[in-house]
């Protein structure tokens, strides 16, 4: 009985793996692709990316082109609000990080696979809130 409850209690639930910030998610794009373009707004005024488009809404948003085809990164501060997000755009997901417009341009999927740890969000198996 004694091994059975230490067998058990050494089973605990996986620990999410921490959040990545914004340069160090950089630097694994940059590996990948040393030529990576961050598209800026033309003023103070515009966005590039609108995160309120996404429900939930991101913290923020950015436009890339890497491999000289454009993707857009939505940071969040949720993993699981990132998936929710990954899942209804049918998108890509690593850790904290919804990458939209990847699915069906073969360069970016391999890409974003390799270089961002990312994987697609349908291809995630839920687990049921306890």
Known sequence: M????????????EEPKPNYGNF???GMAKKGDPNLKIILPGSISETVVTCSDFSPPCRYGMKAIIKNIPLI???YDSQEEALEVALRNKAY????????EVTGEPIL???VVKYLNAVKAS????????
């Open 2 to 13: 004694f091994l059975s409850f230490i067998i058990l209690g050494c089973s605990s639930k």
């Open 109 to 111: 999927e391999r890409f």
């Open 93 to 100: 997901i690593s850790r904290n990080w919804v990458l939209d």
């Open 24 to 26: 160090e998610f950089m």
């Open 73 to 75: 990164a939505l940071y």
């Open 123 to 130: 291809d995630i198996k839920k687990t049921p809130a306890k």
